[in-house]
Protein backbone atom coordinates (compact mmCIF):
# COMPACT_ATOMS: atom_id res chain seq x y z
CA UNK A 1 0.00 0.00 0.00
CA UNK A 2 1.22 3.68 -0.68
CA UNK A 3 -0.04 6.36 1.24
CA UNK A 4 0.43 10.07 -0.49
CA UNK A 5 -0.14 11.74 2.79
CA UNK A 6 -2.18 11.90 6.51
CA UNK A 7 -4.62 13.38 5.66
CA UNK A 8 -8.00 11.49 6.65
CA UNK A 9 -9.76 10.90 3.21
CA UNK A 10 -6.14 9.65 2.11
CA UNK A 11 -5.09 6.97 4.86
CA UNK A 12 -7.92 6.08 6.56
CA UNK A 13 -8.57 2.83 4.89
CA UNK A 14 -5.66 1.96 6.54
CA UNK A 15 -7.80 0.86 9.55
CA UNK A 16 -10.49 -1.33 7.91
CA UNK A 17 -7.21 -2.86 5.80
CA UNK A 18 -6.41 -4.15 9.95
CA UNK A 19 -9.22 -5.25 10.71
CA UNK A 20 -9.72 -7.61 7.00
CA UNK A 21 -6.49 -8.96 7.83
CA UNK A 22 -6.96 -9.56 11.59
CA UNK A 23 -10.35 -10.64 11.56
CA UNK A 24 -10.16 -12.66 8.47
CA UNK A 25 -12.33 -16.24 8.78
CA UNK A 26 -8.81 -17.57 7.36
CA UNK A 27 -7.06 -16.39 9.70
CA UNK A 28 -4.40 -13.77 9.42
CA UNK A 29 -1.77 -13.82 6.90
CA UNK A 30 1.81 -15.25 8.16
CA UNK A 31 3.56 -11.59 6.36
CA UNK A 32 2.95 -7.74 6.69
CA UNK A 33 1.45 -6.42 3.88
CA UNK A 34 3.99 -3.66 3.09
CA UNK A 35 2.99 -0.18 3.45
CA UNK A 36 4.97 2.98 2.37
CA UNK A 37 3.75 6.12 3.74
CA UNK A 38 5.01 9.49 5.21
CA UNK A 39 6.78 9.84 8.83
CA UNK A 40 4.55 9.19 11.66
CA UNK A 41 2.32 6.91 9.49
CA UNK A 42 1.79 4.21 12.66
CA UNK A 43 1.63 6.92 14.65
CA UNK A 44 -1.58 8.29 12.96
CA UNK A 45 -2.43 4.40 12.43
CA UNK A 46 -2.95 4.33 16.09
CA UNK A 47 -4.72 7.71 16.60
CA UNK A 48 -7.39 6.95 14.17
CA UNK A 49 -8.06 3.18 15.67
CA UNK A 50 -7.85 3.73 19.64
CA UNK A 51 -7.27 0.55 21.68
CA UNK A 52 -4.70 -1.37 19.47
CA UNK A 53 -2.31 -3.42 21.28
CA UNK A 54 1.13 -2.34 21.25
CA UNK A 55 2.33 -4.38 18.55
CA UNK A 56 -0.74 -4.33 16.36
CA UNK A 57 1.00 -2.14 13.48
CA UNK A 58 3.84 -3.84 13.04
CA UNK A 59 1.52 -7.25 13.33
CA UNK A 60 -0.32 -6.05 10.03
CA UNK A 61 1.76 -3.71 8.41
CA UNK A 62 5.45 -3.80 7.46
CA UNK A 63 5.99 0.44 7.19
CA UNK A 64 8.06 1.92 5.33
CA UNK A 65 8.96 5.55 5.58
CA UNK A 66 8.62 7.61 2.27
CA UNK A 67 11.40 10.20 1.31
CA UNK A 68 11.68 12.44 -1.90
CA UNK A 69 13.20 10.23 -4.72
CA UNK A 70 12.66 6.86 -2.71
CA UNK A 71 12.08 3.80 -5.12
CA UNK A 72 10.12 0.70 -4.51
CA UNK A 73 9.92 -2.02 -6.58
CA UNK A 74 6.44 -3.97 -6.54
CA UNK A 75 6.40 -6.73 -8.42
CA UNK A 76 8.07 -6.38 -12.20
CA UNK A 77 7.07 -2.68 -11.55
CA UNK A 78 8.97 -0.28 -10.25
CA UNK A 79 7.52 2.93 -7.98
CA UNK A 80 9.56 6.51 -7.62
CA UNK A 81 8.22 8.42 -4.87
CA UNK A 82 8.21 12.45 -5.41
CA UNK A 83 7.59 15.02 -2.84
CA UNK A 84 4.87 17.32 -3.41
CA UNK A 85 3.14 20.81 -2.33
CA UNK A 86 0.21 20.51 -0.12
CA UNK A 87 -0.17 21.34 3.29
CA UNK A 88 1.29 18.23 5.00
CA UNK A 89 4.19 16.19 4.19
CA UNK A 90 2.73 14.67 0.83
CA UNK A 91 4.36 12.45 -1.79
CA UNK A 92 2.86 11.69 -5.54
CA UNK A 93 3.96 8.94 -7.11
CA UNK A 94 5.66 7.86 -10.40
CA UNK A 95 5.08 3.97 -11.67
CA UNK A 96 7.13 2.42 -14.09
CA UNK A 97 7.30 -0.87 -16.29
CA UNK A 98 10.51 -2.90 -16.63
CA UNK A 99 12.97 -1.66 -18.90
CA UNK A 100 12.32 -4.30 -21.20
CA UNK A 101 8.69 -3.29 -21.49
CA UNK A 102 8.68 -0.98 -24.89
CA UNK A 103 5.47 0.40 -25.92
CA UNK A 104 3.67 -0.39 -28.94
CA UNK A 105 3.61 1.97 -31.69
CA UNK A 106 0.61 4.49 -31.05
CA UNK A 107 0.83 3.97 -27.45
CA UNK A 108 0.97 7.10 -25.10
CA UNK A 109 4.25 7.28 -23.33
CA UNK A 110 5.34 9.37 -19.92
CA UNK A 111 6.07 12.83 -20.07
CA UNK A 112 9.92 13.42 -18.70
CA UNK A 113 9.83 14.77 -15.21
Given at each position: ??????????????????????????????????L??????????????????????????????????????????T??????Q?????????????????????????A?I
Amino acid sequence: MLISHLHPDHCIDLTGMYVFRTYHPEGMPERPLPLYGPPRTPHRFTRMYHGLEHDAVERVFDVHTLADTARIEVGPLTVTAYAVQHPVEAYGFRVEPPAACSPTPGTPTPAPI
